[in-house]
């Protein structure tokens, strides 16, 4: 499989035409702790009765998070119809591959639907707008001093030294500053793990099998938590939202935008395909070795692997229907629809693994199975084996420096993203954390020293990929965010300064061409419903 | 500053037994924290402590230089609030040294005052050396948990007993009136205060009566004697008791029972300190902020802002900036540039990581700054200090230069080549 499996099937299928979506406006939240009382932290595991967040570390087991993704779907507004029609294929559960079959229309019950969930998403306001006199730094190699960036209709019409503009475009002023493409984050668990971390906002690990690949972290998602406006203040224009890391199989993750809506379609990226968080390691041996297991890293593979057979064979149960029509549909099953979804490739693995021998398993189990792994999450030794990871093409979604919560995450080392980027892996910050995902430039510069410690030396123009275009790439979304590059999605960040200097804040950020974040201006500085009327006698914050 | 480069030859304690070496910087721009930035300053180490600071200053023969123009030259860092030395891995518990278990959530009676990290210090930590490299020389390492945690030390990072380490004795209780530990308080704020309240008479009334405890001729006391021995310095307001608030209201309850005891306070966290800060101030009472804490995370952290730091010291609240880890708290620099990012000065803030933890924990005789006579804590920088992208480029901890070698680092180095796709070298 060195590289050269099949495409993924959202990338191969026919575009079905979808419905228009309709729009809404909504936010977010998130957690939050203060750190001196308790040093552990657990990826998404919250620790709901302290004002601890345990990141990986200590996980009260009944508590544990994981991480799930999004289904965005249509995007109506936009005049691409490529576009468009791309993205619907990917919001469907089940698409392509199977041929029309003119059998008996199946209901939903019987069948699984395209797309159950779609997105309502559509782009605010906006106007065409020239960005001049800033270093641009495309993420796509470029790093142009003095650059100009055209936005009209939602999109980037032009990048480069000087473009053309049309009359009556509003200028911004960039000087002295930075623009850069809208930051990414692919391991987040904003809405699923909202502020406050109550135990009533904890829904991001369904803790109850170490298989629950039929959940879907959009049905988790509170749009109003708090830590989507502070990510948005740093920069952060999509992410995807991830199940914790407590099962095997912690179900569905949803990609989204980072727009006030009312409801979680209202933010899902359109065309998006799902993620899978799947996990190894110490966390799901945790959880189930009291409950009935697994309670070893064996364990661990044998539950996956049984999954995966159950998979295969569900799919050639349907495959089998949709080519006889004899008899009754294969019942649904939503676990099942999930894993062929991965088989297909029309759904990509997100797995949360640390340690370097463990992520040499998952990699042999998903040539025996016949899927892709599209990105391994907080891979603490990625570094030992960043040549299987670069052989497979499987993105490095790491932190800069998190380590010692947690056996797993010990043989840590700051060089880890540097290493890894130099191999030839696409290497991301993610962020895993309400906080982090605010200041994911800092956490890339933080990498970037310690590679340049070592002789690999990260110019801007290429760490900027870190937190936009390689984590585009992860969630299959690439095609429309990432760079800055004409016909991309117009998600832009102006910054303050280097946004890889510490005094660096993002000054403003545009969603599809819309400002939706102005450190100058009130009113371009959303609140969610939870923050409004807080502190009644404490009316300036 | 010419002037400032007293000889303090009076003042060469030795600070370790092994430290008899002259070091001399050279060359780069001093940032004392006590007074202005010096360019082409020099930093003259001497036995283990600073002997001259300044321009200008005649370097003995025999110094080992250290060339440090174009370079940056600060006090080493100080972090406040983490466990260093009491834990190898967080999860792995029979690692963990800073928290009993009078003091565990839902057991004992949640007072540990008796309770000193010092003895349970691991010099050989292999996370000591992790946050060492990036030029965090010393430490308050603290326990945890319950209403009264125990007694916390200051330590520089480097050495092989304790007791080299140890900088004094204990220099600070540690305690909480937070929702971490509503257990204390049989689940209500009020039953927190309560609670505290009990426990400081109960140690008030022993003192009184230590003859007649011994004959058995006192009412009994909620907590146990050696607790009750352990609170007289905080009662006596010589030792601080550091209390983690972050309600508003909470840190004006820790102040009014402050008030009522006569106590030496520290806030730790205070994450609405800013909402208080005039209290704060009219009480003399420091604060250790965490920077990158703005989410309404829980409901006694509402007003969370990244402005907490700049906001307190515009009230003229002392501050000192806590990275609040252990593994990581080496990014106690990134949390100073945060602050700086968020209204505070460049120069406040390095205070906030030096000279201002030395004083809140009352060991600015010694430590924080770059002056005649305290110990030699000194980093070398390639760049200003608070940018990411910034290296160290030498650590001296009480006279002694530190290799820039962790775990961390070796660990690198192995797997720099993976030369023939095995695993790792030899």
Known sequence: ?541 | MNRHSLLAAALLLAASPAAAQTIAITGGTVYPVSGPAIRGGTVLIQNGRITAVGAGIAIPAGAQRIDATGKWVTPGLFESSTTMGLVEVDAVRETNDYEIRDVAPGSGDQVAAAFSVADGLNPRSMVIPVSRIAGVTTAVSRPSGGLIAGQAVAIDLAGSRMEDMLIGGPVAMFASIAENSRDAGGGARGGQSMRLREVLEDARAWARSRQAFERGETRDFSVSRLDLEALQPVLAGRLPLAVEAHRASDIQTVLRIGREYGLKLVIVGGTEAWMVASDLAQARVPVLVKVLNNLPGSFESLGATYENAARLRRAGVQVAITSGETFKAYNIRQEAGNAVAYGLPWDEALRAITLAPAQIFGVSDRYGSLEAGKVADVVVWDGDPLELLTRVSHVIIRGREVPLVSRETQLRDRYRQLDDGRAYRP
């Open chain 1, 1 to 541: 499989m060195a590289g050269g499996g099949p495409l993924p099937g959202y990338l191969l299928h026919p575009f079905p035409l979808c419905r228009p979506p309709s729009s809404a406006p909504g936010e977010g939240a998130a957690y939050t702790v203060f750190p001196p009382h308790l040093p552990g932290r657990v990826d998404g595991a919250y620790n709901g009765a302290s004002s601890t967040i345990f990141r990986d570390g200590r996980i009260p087991a009944a508590i544990l998070s994981m991480h799930q993704e999004p289904n965005p779907m249509n995007r109506a507004p936009y005049a691409l119809v490529l576009v468009a029609a791309a993205a619907c294929s990917q919001g469907q559960a089940r698409p392509a591959s199977r041929p029309a079959t003119p059998a008996p229309p199946p209901s939903a019950a019987t069948r699984p639907a395209a797309n159950p969930f779609p997105s309502t998403y559509r782009p605010f306001a906006s106007t065409p707008t020239l960005i001049r006199g800033g270093t641009v730094l495309t993420a796509a190699g470029q790093a142009i001093p003095n650059g100009q960036v055209l936005i009209v209709d939602g999109k980037i019409a032009a990048v480069g030294a000087t473009v053309t503009a049309p009359a009556g475009v509003t200028v911004v002023d960039a000087t002295g500053r930075y623009v850069t493409p809208g930051v990414i984050d692919d391991h987040s668990h904003l809405g699923v793990y909202a502020s406050p971390g109550v135990q009533a906002h904890s829904d991001g690990n369904e803790a109850t099998s170490p298989n629950t690949a039929e959940v879907w972290a959009e049905h988790s998602v509170w749009p109003q938590d708090p830590g989507f406006v502070r990510a948005l203040e740093g920069g952060v224009t999509t992410m995807q939202i991830l199940p914790g890391s407590a099962n095997l199989f912690g179900g569905r993750s949803v990609v989204l935008k980072n727009v006030p809506s009312r409801t979680v379609q209202g933010m899902k990226f359109p065309g998006a395909p799902y993620g899978l968080k799947m996990a190894c390691g110490e966390n799901p041996k945790r959880v189930y070795g009291q409950r009935g297991g697994p309670s070893t890293r064996m364990g661990e593979m044998a539950a996956d692997r049984q999954s995966w057979i159950r998979a295969t064979a569900y799919r050639e149960r349907w495959e089998r229907w949709d080519r006889d029509h004899t008899g009754n549909p294969p019942e649904r099953d939503l676990e099942l629809e999930t894993l062929v979804g991965v088989l297909r490739g029309e759904i990509l693995v997100h797995n949360h693994c640390y340690r370097a021998d463990e992520m040499a398993q998952m990699i042999d189990m998903s040539h025996e199975f016949g899927y892709r792994i599209r990105s391994f999450h907080h891979g603490v030794e990625a570094y030992k084996v960043r040549d299987l990871l670069a052989r497979d093409s499987i993105s490095g979604s790491l932190w800069a420096d998190w380590w010692g919560f947690k056996m797993e995450a010990l043989d840590f080392t700051r060089a880890n993203l540097a290493l890894v980027h130099e191999a030839g892996v696409r290497a991301i910050v993610h962020s895993d954390d309400p906080t982090g995902i605010q200041k994911l430039n800092q956490e890339a510069a933080k990498a970037m020293e310690a590679g340049r410690e070592i002789g690999i030396d990260v110019p801007d123009s290429v760490a900027i990929r870190w937190l936009t275009a390689n984590p585009a790439w992860a969630l299959g979304i690439d095609r429309w965010v990432g760079t800055l590059e004409p016909g991309k999605n117009a998600d832009v960040v102006i910054w303050s300064g280097n946004p890889f200097s510490v005094y660096t804040r993002a000054d403003q950020v545009y969603i599809d061409g819309a400002l939706m974040f102005d450190r100058m201006n009130p009113n371009r500085r959303p609140r969610t419903d939870f923050e409004v009327g807080l502190f009644p006698a404490e009316a300036a914050r």
